[in-house]
């Protein structure tokens, strides 16, 4: 399997997501982990699959909260490519983490990037409600 280098910023950026504590190797352990359960479970290259599954789930516009009195009032507003990607690593490891036992975060990773490439996903219905609610309040 030929392994990215961690010269991506896409894989940076997934790693300082991950990173607890500024323990930098292990989260660049895990992501290249999760790389490579990808690659096991598909017979694909990993990098292609990553990038679908994250600019699948990012969004394009997000809500503000305005407070007009008593009225409260959602403003959508557009988000720039970075911020989309930001969301979608957040409900990403949102969705991966938390679970106690089971199969290691490398996996669930994995795993749930399939899902959100194939369609299956909960987290593209958090996507999905986000852009219904700011087509609602435009």
């Not at 950026?13 to 190797?25: C, V």
């Not at 996996?107 to 852009?131: D, F, P, W, Y």
Request: charged fraction near 25%; include cysteine; hydrophobic fraction near 40%.
């Amino acid at each position: 399997i030929n392994i990215p280098p961690q010269q991506d910023p896409l894989l940076e950026f997934l790693a300082s997501r991950l990173m607890n504590h500024g323990h930098r190797a292990k989260a660049t352990r895990i992501v290249s982990r999760t790389l490579l359960n990808i690659h096991a479970y598909t017979r694909a290259p990993p990098l292609p699959i990553l990038r679908e599954a994250i600019f699948a789930l990012a969004p394009a516009v997000r809500l503000l909260k305005h407070r007009h009195s008593t009225k409260t009032i959602y403003k959508p507003v557009a988000l720039s490519e970075k911020q989309g990607i930001w969301f979608a690593v957040y409900w990403l490891l949102k969705e991966c983490e938390g679970r106690q036992g089971g199969p290691m975060i490398e996996e669930r990773l994995a795993r749930e990037i399939i899902k959100i490439v194939k369609g299956e996903s909960k987290t593209l219905e958090k996507k999905e409600e986000m852009h219904k609610m700011a087509m609602v309040n435009r």
